[in-house]
């Protein structure tokens, strides 16, 4: 049996490892991706060279391609504080706990003035009193499986109010995962209000916290408590594909 046991506030928590459940939603070639923010589609392109072709399907020896996309409007990504910053901030260099116990909740949003809106009162009324808490992961309803094809452009996707970000902040929350194309309205007027809000920018900037964005979770994982295993490429910007990783409790 595989288990990890994880330490917090002097207490331990058990996890089952044999139970990776992934809330990442793949990069496709093409259309099959979620699109948010106008991006251009992932393309991977064979590389040419003289007599090579880097496809075995075409006769080549390899597979050798080259692979455009953007991370921020082709999938699941996780951002830092540079996404708002001139400072150079990367998240290669901003994300350094790579588990935390997390706790994912169900939301959903409420209607108001034509916008589908999260507020911190949805939130903490799911979360029970002491729960231990380093990271937070929303699932929005409903919850179709087309999120993870889904093209967001010119929708006003659900938003999270900025004293969400407030509230996290003081708790000292590292990692926010959502299945949004963003924590924030599609067009705010460049306020970004809950990314401020959750890095505390530019006043009292919270350099190891992240946002991860376009996740897709399962009706089939419940609420509750895991352990969140952050895997990011070694990218040097302030954003780049993420693949978070829960595993539950074990029983």
């Known amino acids: 049996m595989l288990t990890a046991i994880y330490q917090y506030n002097n207490q ?17 070639e093409g259309l099959d991706n979620p699109n948010c923010y106008y991006a251009k589609n992932p393309t991977f392109e064979t590389i040419r060279s003289g007599s090579f072709v880097g496809s075995v399907a075409l006769g080549g020896s390899c597979n050798y391609q080259q692979i455009t996309l953007t991370p921020h ?29 997390a706790f994912l909740v169900t939301i959903q949003p409420k209607e108001q003035k034509g916008d589908f809106i999260i507020f911190w009162e949805d939130i903490v009324t799911h979360i029970p009193e002491n729960t231990p808490l380093e990271s937070l992961i929303i699932r929005t309803l409903p919850n179709n499986p087309n ?31 959502v299945d ?8 705010d007027g460049g306020k970004l209000l809950m990314h401020k809000a959750f890095w505390q920018y530019p006043a009292h900037t919270r350099t190891g916290a992240t946002i991860t964005e376009l996740i897709y979770v399962d009706d089939t994982i419940k609420d509750g ?17 993420s693949k978070p990783i829960l595993y539950p409790i074990k029983k």
Request: charged residues 20%; proline residues 6%; aromatic residues 8%.
């Open 12 to 28: 331990n928590y058990t996890f089952d490892l044999q139970v990776p459940l992934d809330i990442s939603i793949p990069i496709k």
């Open 73 to 101: 409007g082709n999938g699941t990504h996780t951002e830092c504080y540079g996404h708002i910053s001139s400072d150079g901030a990367t998240i290669h260099q901003s994300l350094k706990d790579f588990f935390a116990l």
């Open 180 to 187: 949004l194309p963003s924590v924030d309205r599609e067009v």
């Open 225 to 241: 408590i895991y352990l969140l295993n952050l895997q990011i490429i070694s990218l040097e910007a302030d954003a780049c594909p």
């Open 147 to 177: 999120k993870k094809t889904r093209n967001y452009n010119e929708t006003n996707p659900p938003y999270l109010d900025y004293k969400i970000g407030e509230e996290l902040a003081k708790m000292n929350i590292k990692h926010l995962l």
